[in-house]
Every structure is written in structure tokens, then in C-alpha cells.
């Protein structure tokens, strides 16, 4: 799950935006000076990662022994010395590439040094990590590493053996024979071992890439064709183990008078549980509020058991009580998070209210956003600020869930764990691979089949139940066969244990991939049975992330939701996967399915969610709505997209998005879930844009009749009038007898039927009726109705009022709307002043704008880059884009323009003395008042030059960025149009 990435400037998707704008001529010249590199065949780590690290490589062998250098095995024309040296320096190049500090133990044959050597000249390095590289003998397949032990780096060790290995084998595709201590003397040889990596000070570990001697598999033809590869998947553990940059979160839980009882209950098992969840080295700080907030765990890092109890314990001591303070809350939890610097900062937010005490969210929401922490909202029940939660998350990046409190106290606890779950999965980059919810009863044992994936670098299997004086007993079985028995098991570097009344939780480190078996059984059941969940989450390469392709709904609008999914060592995306998404709306409940469906009606027990196999109208009758679920269909590019039509009613609707398929590396499957808040339907709006206008005498404007949130309109009738000794209607076609006002855009491309289209100037009132016929489809976006040009004829106030307003859906029905009048303002045709602001596309200093005002129409000024022409009072504007141009009551002026260097021009017809805000686009280097291959190929030709003409950013460079500006706004011409105020 990665909810945390670096956002590139252009990205794939914007980068085919820009050149499906630019002929194939101007891309071949960029590309002539942009190199654009496939994808990678193998991971690849965020900057840094590696950056300072002291590494040491040992090539195996290659040190004399008894005056000779021994070359290590030989087989097939090859010597274990030279492959070894041939991947160590290979590896080199790529770690120093990323930043690392490489030191080798040598680099080539060392005459006059045994092999004690290595270990000296390794310690004296003070390293952070050992990697001694060897090839295996003895007609094998496959590779292995070992590791040091009985010292304080061994975990660290055995973790950077199991990468080695694991790495080396999703990579090459070889048989991965294990992972063992140095002292296994059947693998890696007492005296063997202890002279290559036991006396390193640093973490070591010894790699085994493949057999020399074995010609009946791969390993052989591996070894002499990809020493690369060995390198890179070698660099991708070593990413790996360095790479693991640890997260600060912060809950803060809602402890309000209305969260008393099972609510918060409910709270503390969940948030319990997901500090049972976090990983080692990860920070945790546990927060609540009702009136005030306080910290009931400071952040601290989770190193083991004791940590993890602390805080647990902390949990139990949140109690209930008074009012709400949402910015409170999110003011201590942000408090908490921001005392140190880390990539993952998040804040957890849960909330059952609306908030009644300041400060409110609204008051600390600008802090959080400044500081770039995520939160993540859950909404617990139709009685939260649903609006207000899904809005803290989507202004911070986060994700926002929503629960539905039902009279089972089972059921909310569940669905809460799950919520917490998701939570854990984006701010851990985790996966969740499977749920399962069952029951059991005293004695019973379910078997449960799970699959680890190939890559999985940690895995964490959940077992949670509701009843504390009940007890479930948890078993693992690995796929060779091997038992991991709860009572059995300690906290070691690759197995954690965790144990509370209501759950269990293991924590392991690099597992054995296949299919693992998990065995619950009823140990101590005291009701007639346990309800439980079983959740099993990965950190590994393959994610699946979702999210909805707007941050608005309303009562009608479909919800659409994209996923995407990719594998950087399958070559990037996956798009053969089936993805589908089961959606819950605000108002299902199991209880009210259950009442309405009839006695036919088969509900499965395997499922989290009630299949209904009939009485679909029913529940519709009851206004209970169904869960459907709805398919996502690949769209290219690992991305799938899925769209749900049903939303009927407002309130949060839930996806529970499922993923399952196979990948280069073998099966897979992917779960996680999101909500987001369908408004109310608004209210459609009918009115005058702009208004109030203001138009000097003798000039002319135009106005448009707009209409808003529009459902399925399909005809319009409007009676306008309008104070004829102040304004007259300009005819919009002059070919057609009578003045006519224009047809606005909403019947672009529809061929509507214009029934009445009437202007009377001398009574002031205007007729306008317009319709769609078939086949055409209703209209259901906000546009104009009708397009009115106004000529002014003295000065005053003339009110355009809406004497009446009819709009029709296809059925004949009428739409109910608000008309909102609008008002024309004729000023003076000669101004003492004129002011207004230009400002520049792209720039911090708006100064330098040239402000031309004519005595011609701007119509007859067709070569714009002539200006000034003779009769124009010129002005400047200062560093915010503002101007003033004084003293014009001589002069009569039809045309203002406003010019600056690469940029467009805009110019009005109309001059009024307060001007409103232009903005000119950028990327007119040629000055010619056009945006085209002209000005690209310029600055395509002046590519990592100083060229201040082309440095369209002033950064002291032409680069992509000044690319981009210019593929933005390609193909705009001027003048633009100064918008009236």
C-alpha cells in the first residue's frame, strides 16, 4: 500500500498530454536532447537510501593459501575467484551510484595475504554491513546464505542473509535452499565460515549464488551469462536492508460523552490492536480529546514487547466524557508526530460527533496542512461530521473510512479492526492479502489456506476475537511442512509474538513464500461460540493502490474509483489482474437485510458481507439498499477503473476493494478499502454572470444566463426584463428577422429546437424558449442557457430580473430552481482613472506589463506587436501586476491592452475605471501572440542553456520546466479577453 510517494513534476501521464500537442518533427529535436530510459528490469530505491553507508564487499577466494592463490571451485571453464570478482565490482558501480561508501577486500589476486586478511582490512573500515560473495560446488541448485551468530549484530545478520538470498532467487529465478546460522556445519562448514565472516565486526552475511558444477539446471548458464543480474538483485537487498526508514503516527480517539459504552470500547480493542500491528523501529503516539486533548502515550519507537504493553496499557485508561474538540485533537496528535523529521508522518482521527468546543478543525487544519502530515479520518456512525472528516482527509492526502454503527457490537468491532487495518496499511506500505470472519466454538479447529507471495520481506497474521473471557489458539504451519506453535514462541530477530485478551499477532521477518497453512481452534470458549478475524498483511514490491477520481459527490453523481497495481521487478504494472470492489451504502445494516429478505433467500456464511439472492425491490421499498459489487476493468498502464451508479441517498458509501490474480513472481491476491460522502443533491441555480457588470456608456458587454446543478434538464422557458432607457439588446443574428439573444454552450453539439427567441428594446423584456429532442440525452452538467450582449446608453442601474423561470426534465416534470437576478452598472464613458492588475503565468514579479489605451477599436489593431500606435497614454505595472493610468477626461478610448515579453496579449473593449484581475499565459517567445512549434522548438533548441529569453521560469536554466510551460499552453493564441469584473 503506497499512500506515501514522491509526486514527479512530469509525470508519464502528463509527459503523453505534452507531446500528443507537438509534432513528431519537435519531439524528434527533444529527444535529441532529453534521454527518456526504459523502465528498469529491477527495484529501485528513493534517493538516499544507501547515501554515506560504509560497505564492504568480499569476492570469495583469490587469497594465497600455502603459497598458491586459491581460486575457490572450478567447473565448466570457470573459477569461483574470478565470478565473485566479476559481481563485486559490478556491485560496486551500482551502490556508489546510489551514494554508498564501497570498500572491496581485494581486487584481484592477492599474493603475499591468506584469507584472515579480509576480516582485518574489513573491521578497519569500520563498515555498516558485510557482504562476502561465493559460488556454491557440489552438483546442488539454487542459493543460500549464512550468517553470523552469538554476537550483537547477529539479527541484523540473519536479516541481511534472508534479503541476500531472497533477492538473489526472485531475481535469477533459482531454487532458494534456506538461510543458515555459521555454526550449521552440513551448510556452511565451521572452519569455512569462521574465516569469511565470524571475526567482521559489522552485520556479515555470505551469499551463495548458484552451483558451478551442476549442468542439469540453470545455475551453471546463470553464472556465466548474468553476472548483472546477480549485482542488481545483491543491490536490491542491500536497498532493502537500509531502506526500512521508520514511520511516526499518532491516534488520536475520540473520547466525547457520546462515544460511552460499546463506542469506546470498540476504540480502545481497535487502537490496541494497531499497536499490536506496527512494526519494530516505528514510532507510535497514542492521543485523545473530548473538551481538551492530552497525550496518554508520548511517540515513542516500538523496539519490542515492553513498549508495545506500555502503550497498550495507556489504551485501557481512555474513558468517556464530555464535549468534542476535533482541532484540539488534531493540534496534541500533530504536537506528537512533528518532534521528529521522518518520510511518514500520519495522524489516525477518529470521531462519532460533530464538534461543539474550539478550537475547531477549521483552526488548526491551515498548521497540519503547512506541515505536510496525512491524516486519516474514520467516522464512526451517521451521527459524525461525515463532511467535515472526508474533508480533513482529503485536504491533507489522506484517506477517509466510514463505519455504520449497527446494534451488533461484533460487527462494529470488526469493521473497526478493518478500518484500523487500512490505516496501518498506508502508513507502514503494507498489503493486506487476506480476511477471513468465521465462528468457532469450544474444541472446533478451521483450517485457513494463505498464499505468501514470492517478494514478501514481512508478513504480519492477525487473530482477533470479541469476547475477553473466551480464548482462541492460533498455529502456523510454514510450506515445508515446519510448525510455529504460539506457546513455543519467543521474540527473536525473525518471529514476534504478541499476546493480549482479544487477539493475537505475529510478526515475521523475510518468510518462507508459498502456501502456509493457519490452524484456529476454540481453546476456551465459554458462549456457544467466538466470532473472530483473521487478517494477514505483507510488505513486499506488489501494490494495489485505490482512489476515487474525485473528491465530490452528490446524491445521483456515480462514483468512479481507479486502482493501480505494479511490480517494478515484473517490468512495472500489472493489467491482467481481476479487481473488484464490493460497495456498501450509507444505510445497509445487517439487521435490516435480514428483516426485509424473504424466507428463500440464501445468506453464505463464508462471506464478510450477506450475498442477497433476492428481494433486491424489497429492500429498495424499505429504502434499505444492497451491497453490490461492482468490477474495475483494466485500463492500460496497471490501471483498473470501476464505476457504482447506485447512490440514492446522502451518506458515505464503502469500497472494499478486492484484487486477485498472478504476477511474473505467482499468484497474488490484494484487499483494502476507502469511503467518501455523497452530499445532498444542491440546489440548481439559475442567474446572470457576471453581475454586477459594470460597462462604460457607448460600449458594449456580454452577460450570460447560467444555470447550476442541473438534474436532467431537457427544455427551458425564461422572461427577462430589463430597464430599456439604460441598456439595449445587441441582435446575436443579424441574418434572422427580429433581435435574437445567442444559444449558450449547454446545446453545443445537441441541435436544440428554439421555439421562442424574442428581444423587445423599446418595452425591455426578452423571450427565450429552447429544447432538446431525440435522440438526444438529457443535460446534467451546469452551463449557460443564453448568451446576451448588452449596448449602454447612459448612465445608471439596470436590474435583469427573472419575471419567470420553467425548466423541463424528458418526462414532462418540472425542475425545481432558484433564479437569482443579476444588475448592469453604466459608468461614464471617460474615466479619471483606470487601475487594475495584470499579472504574469509562471512569475513571482508581476512588474514591466506595458498598458496601452486606444482611441481605435481594438478590431482594427489586427498586428498587436506594432503597439503602441499614435494617441496611446501609456502605463507600467508595478512588482504585484497593478497599474494606474490618470487623467484621461480629454480623450475618448475604445481599447485596452496589456503587453509583456513571452507572454500573450489580452486586451477589453470595454473600459471601466476598476478593471478586474488578468492573468497573461506564458510561452509566446517569438512574440507573435500565438503559442505554437515555433516557440517550442526555441526553447527545445536552447535546451540546458542561459538563454534569458527562453529560461521561461528565470531559474537560471532552460530546462523541462520551461518545456513543460510552453506544452501546457500550446496551441493558445491572443489577444485573450480581459473578463470584466
Known sequence: MTGYKMKPLLNYANFKKFIGKISILTMLMILSIVSIEAPPNFITYADGVLTGKQITLDPGHGWENNGVIDTGATANGMKEKDITLDVANRLKNLLEGQGAVVFMTRTGDEHGFELSEAAKRANEHNSNIVVSIHVNAGGGTGTESCYTTGKDTSSDSKRLGKLLSKQVSSHLKLHKRGDFPETNIEQ?????????????????????????????????????????????????????????????????????????????????SASSLFVALTPKRNKVAVTSYNNYAQTNFPIQSIDGLGTRLDAINAIGTINAGGGTSIGSGLDEALEQVLQETTPVQAILLLSDGRENTSPMAEDILPKVIASDVVVHTIALGSDADQTLMKDIANQT???????????????????????????????????RTATFSKSISQGEQVEHDITIDFDARKVIISLAWSNENNNLGLTLIKPNGDVVIPTMTSSTASVELIKEETYKVFHIEI??????????????ITTSDESYMLS???????????????????????????????????????????????????????????????????????????VILSSLSGL??????????????????????????????????????????????????????????????????????????????????????????????????LELTFDPNIVEVMDSDPNTPNIQIGVGDLFDGKSPLVVRNSVDNNTGIIEFTVLLHAPSIPIDVSGSIANITWHTKKEGLSNIVFKQTKLSDPGSGPIKHNPINGIIEVTSANADKISGTVLLQAQTDHSGTQIFLSEQTCSSMVNVSSMPVEGV???VTDANGYFEIVSLSNH???????????????????IASDLSTVTLPIGDV??????????????????????????????????IFDLVLVSNNFGKDGPIVWPSR
Not at 473510512?401 to 468491532?413: M, Y
Not at 518468510?511 to 476456551?524: A, F, H, L, R, V
Not at 453523481?557 to 512495472?572: D, E, K, S, Y
Not at 475618448?892 to 470595454?910: G, K, P
Request: proline residues 5%; charged residues 20%; contains cysteine.
Open 188 to 268: 556452511c562448514g565451521v572452519d569455512y565460515t569462521k574465516l569469511y565472516i565470524h571475526d567482521m565486526d559489522a552485520p556479515a552475511a555470505l551469499i551463495e549464488l548458484a552451483f558451478i558444477d551442476n549442468t542439469s539446471n540453470d545455475d551453471v548458464t546463470k553464472l556465466q551469462n548474468n553476472s548483472q543480474d546477480f549485482a542488481q538483485a545483491i543491490s536490491d537487498a542491500i536497498g532493502q536492508y537500509f531502506g526500512e526508514q521508520p514511520s511516526q503516527i499518532a491516534l488520536s480517539i475520540d473520547r466525547s460523552g457520546s462515544m460511552g459504552g460499546e463506542k469506546i470500547i470498540a476504540a480502545r
Open 397 to 431: 492526502d489522506g484517506r477517509y473510512l466510514f463505519i455504520n454503527i449497527s446494534q451488533s457490537f461484533v460487527n462494529n468491532l470488526f469493521e473497526l479492526y478493518e478500518l484500523y487495518q487500512t490505516i496501518f496499511e498506508l502508513a507502514f506500505d503494507f498489503e
Open 873 to 875: 497614454i501609456a502605463a
Open 926 to 959: 517569438k512574440q507573435d501572440n500565438v503559442i505554437n512549434i515555433f516557440d517550442l522548438t526555441y526553447i527545445a533548441s536552447h535546451y540546458k542553456e542561459h538563454d534569458t529569453v527562453a529560461d521561461l521560469n528565470h531559474d537560471g536554466i532552460v530546462d
Open 536 to 610: 494477514v498483511l505483507a510488505q513486499s514490491d506488489l501494490n494495489l493502490d485505490v482512489k476515487f477520481t474525485q473528491n465530490q459527490y452528490h446524491v445521483g453523481n456515480p462514483i468512479t474509483v481507479q486502482a493501480n497495481m505494479n511490480l517494478p521487478f515484473c517490468r512495472g504494472t500489472i493489467d491482467n489482474a481481476t479487481v473488484t470492489a464490493e460497495v456498501i451504502p450509507p444505510n445497509f445494516s445487517y439487521a435490516a437485510v435480514k428483516d426485509v429478505l424473504e424466507e428463500n433467500v440464501i445468506i453464505s456464511q463464508e462471506q464478510e458481507v450477506p
Open 511 to 524: 518468510p518462507e513464500s508459498g502456501q502456509w497453512k493457519i490452524n484456529i481452534t476454540g481453546d476456551k
Open 620 to 717: 429498495r421499498q424499505q429504502n434499505v439498499l444492497s451491497t453490490t459489487t461492482i468490477t474495475l476493468y483494466p485500463v492500460g498502464n496497471g490501471e483498473y477503473q470501476g464505476t457504482y451508479n447506485d447512490t440514492l441517498i446522502p451518506g458515505s458509501y464503502t469500497l472494499k476493494v478486492n484484487a486477485f490474480g498472478n504476477s511474473c513472481l505467482g499468484a497474488f491476491t490484494r484487499q483494502t478499502q476507502l469511503s467518501t460522502f455523497v452530499e445532498p443533491s444542491p440546489p440548481t441555480t439559475v442567474y446572470i454572470d457576471p453581475s454586477p457588470l459594470k460597462i462604460p456608456t457607448g460600449n458594449t458587454d456580454v452577460t450570460k444566463v447560467m444555470v447550476e446543478s442541473i438534474p436532467n434538464l431537457y427544455g427551458v422557458e
Open 892 to 910: 475618448v478610448y475604445q481599447c485596452l491592452q496589456a503587453i509583456h515579453t513571452n507572454h500573450l496579449v489580452a486586451q477589453r473593449d470595454s
